[in-house]
């Protein structure tokens, strides 16, 4: 019912900053509240971020807070994460996901729809 699309992931040194695109496509995917999650090699994938359906509510992971931004356009039916002073640590792929009843779906790691997951490397 809906499709998730992410893109910008890439290779950068700590530091740096990187700025991740989901395109969300399908049925009433602009209702949605959408949010971010990681996996790094060897881990169990880790919630990032969330954000309501408009945009004004927006929640992070300890590990994000300080240093990542979730936002959304509507009208493009994209959502962002802005990633800056990246370290090794966060070398993971990274994962987009929407839930069609709220952030706290999200948040408690239970999205209904997944992107594909774009890689994002942190040279030390």
């Known amino acids: 019912q809906v499709q998730l699309v992410e893109s910008g992931g890439g290779l950068v040194q700590a530091g740096g900053s990187l700025r991740l695109s989901c395109a969300a496509s399908g049925r009433s995917s602009g209702t949605y509240a959408m949010g971010w999650f990681r996996q790094a090699p060897g881990k169990e994938r880790e919630y990032v971020a969330a954000?309501?359906?408009?945009?004004?509510?927006?929640h992070y992971a300890d590990s994000a807070k300080g240093r990542f931004t979730i936002s959304r356009d509507n009208a493009r039916s994209t959502m962002y994460l802005q990633m800056n002073s990246l370290r090794p640590e966060d070398t993971a792929v990274y994962y987009c996901?929407?839930?069609?009843?709220?952030?706290?779906?999200?948040?408690?790691?239970?999205?209904?729809?997944w992107g594909q997951g774009t890689q994002v490397t942190v040279s030390a």
């Open positions: 954000i309501n359906w408009s945009g004004a509510n927006t």
């Open positions: 996901a929407a839930a069609p009843f709220g952030t706290p779906t999200i948040v408690a790691g239970r999205p209904t729809y």
